[in-house]
């Protein structure tokens, strides 16, 4: 694979990654904060918000956790009454997992954070460097061999 920059670039780029993943993060975690919640917190959220009806099997599977990882958070989010599970139709043993009407409002409050930066961002830099952010940021997402 070539060498796409010279290496004290690279520096440069990691530094970029962590600041804006912090930017990224910041009000959210305030907004987090103040319930006592995280953000592991906010990952559930964001993806039961995304696909509604989730099984508890699949959020393991796009977070990549744990069961135990993910057994307390979740617990605590229904506890909190921001998530419901729901025993499914066609399988008694799955869990479907959905957000109540806080948990909905919650979860765009935290997303409406995020979308209000990266328009901001993506304005600035251009519609060509959003498609090179989006496949840069999908080649990290792809699993990687050894």
Do not use: C
Request: charged content about 25%.
């Amino acid at each position: 694979m070539p060498d796409l920059m010279p290496a004290d670039s690279w520096s440069d780029a990691m530094e970029a990654f962590y600041f804006s993943y912090r930017a990224f993060t910041a009000k959210p975690d305030e907004i987090l904060a103040l319930r006592g919640l995280g953000r592991v917190h906010h990952r559930i959220l964001f993806f039961i918000a995304r696909q509604p009806g989730l099984s508890v099997k699949e959020l393991l599977a796009t977070l990549g956790v744990s069961k135990q990882a993910l057994n307390l958070p979740l617990r605590q989010l229904q506890a909190m009454q921001l998530i419901s599970s729901e025993t499914s139709d066609s399988d008694k043993r799955k869990r479907l997992l959905a957000l109540t009407r806080e948990g909905a409002e919650l979860e765009r409050a935290l997303r409406s954070e995020q979308a209000r930066l990266l328009q901001r961002a993506f304005a600035e830099a251009g519609e060509a460097a959003v498609h090179g952010w989006l496949a840069v940021n999908q080649a990290l997402a792809r699993p990687q061999d050894g």
